[in-house]
């Protein structure tokens, strides 16, 4: 499955990360970049199926990088005001 959408994004992604290697490195830290990307490159196509945005949502990002360092990414909504973490409940305001 091939689209220009995704490709678009990606090459974006991809070149602005290239361009700011010290973002990647605060972003994904000791993660193979190259492993990160082709992640990246899967919810986008995932996206894609489902009728949404190509882009990925700073959720999903934060997902995708969790799951990458082995941990499972648990973020439940309480209301508008609180989210309940593994590191407790943690205030939006």
């Known amino acids: 499955m091939d689209s220009i959408d995704v490709k678009i994004y990606l090459n974006q992604f991809i070149s602005f990360f290239e361009k700011n ?11 193979n970049k190259d492993i990160f990307f082709e992640k990246v490159r899967e919810k986008c196509f ?7 945005d190509v882009a990925l949502t700073k959720t999903q990002l934060e997902e995708l990088i969790v799951g990458l360092w082995g941990f499972k990414y648990e973020v439940k909504r309480i209301n508008n005001e609180f989210i309940s973490t593994r590191f407790g409940l ?3 305001n």
Do not use: A, R, T, V
Request: hydrophobic content about 35%; proline content about 5%; aromatic content about 4%.
């Open 46 to 52: 995932e996206n894609l199926k489902n009728n949404d």
């Open 21 to 31: 290697p010290e973002s990647l490195y605060k972003l994904i830290g000791e993660i």
């Open 90 to 92: 943690i205030c939006l």
